[in-house]
T-cell receptor, first 116, second 112 residues
Framework: GAVVSQHPSRVICKSGTSVKIECRSLDFQATTMFWYRQFPKKSLMLMATSNEGSKATYEQGVEKDKFLINHASLTLSTLTVTSAHPEDSSFYIC????????????FGPGTRLTVT | GENVEQHPSTLSVQEGDSAVIKCTYSDSASNYFPWYKQELGKRPQLIIDIRSNVGEKKDQRIAVTLNKTAKHFSLHITETQPEDSAVYFCAASKSAGTALIFGKGTTLSVSS
């Protein structure tokens, strides 16, 4: 089956620094990827839709200048949390749309971000 | 936009009993309804899904039913086992390639 990886799995950073999270589709090309964040004991909240070769589409309330998304190739999307603050601490999960014709999405293992 | 409501938020059952989780959605254009199981700190795992052209789908102990008119769908787990204990999420999307909108989740506890 389709595999999506994320790196790093865990990251701790200091307030004010930036952190980049990578999402890769390992064995298929993903023209569309999605970024979610999940607070403890809460649901997955869609942050943005990442389209290869074009600007990401952000959900209402998500600051695009704070959460920079780049989908430069058919197998890689990156999320950069800029000037991180403790309230940005969360579990960030990406997903990639399955190859054409399928509705299924494949999730990465998630990245636990802790901002101190 | 789409809004997915999920109930109950917690569900405790005895091993061997059945468990039912219900979701409603708001956007009549939604046509794909997956269910995910998530264990603590892990990625969501697809356990079953249904498209809008089908009313019911079953996979061993798990089944999903869909009522498009009422805009609700349900997950049924029969003969529950302790390893079924996890958080379950329903979701909806409009078409292949569009984002999933998740319900708030149900924490299922199966006691032996």
């Amino acid at each position: 089956g389709a595999v999506v990886s994320q790196h790093p799995s865990r990251v701790i950073c200091k307030s004010g620094t930036s952190v980049k999270i990578e999402c890769r589709s390992l064995d298929f090309q993903a023209t569309t990827m999605f970024w979610y964040r999940q607070f403890p004991k809460k649901s997955l909240m869609l942050m943005a839709t990442s389209n290869e070769g074009s600007k990401a589409t952000y959900e209402q309330g998500v600051e695009k200048d704070k959460f920079l998304i780049n989908h430069a190739s058919l197998t890689l999307s990156t999320l950069t949390v800029t000037s991180a603050h403790p309230e940005d601490s969360s579990f960030y999960i990406c997903s990639a749309r399955a190859p054409s014709g399928s509705y299924e999405q494949y999730f990465g293992p998630g990245t636990r971000l802790t901002v101190t | 936009g789409e809004n997915v409501e999920q109930h109950p938020s917690t569900l405790s059952v005895q091993e061997g009993d059945s468990a039912v989780i219900k979701c409603t959605y708001s956007d009549s254009a939604s046509n794909y309804f997956p269910w995910y199981k998530q264990e603590l700190g892990k990625r969501p795992q697809l356990i079953i899904d249904i498209r809008s052209n089908v009313g019911e789908k079953k996979d061993q102990r798990i089944a999903v039913t869909l009522n498009k008119t009422a805009k609700h769908f349900s997950l049924h787990i029969t003969e529950t086992q302790p390893e079924d204990s996890a958080v379950y999420f329903c979701a909806a999307s409009k078409s292949a390639g569009t984002a999933l909108i998740f319900g708030k989740g149900t924490t299922l506890s199966v006691s032996s």
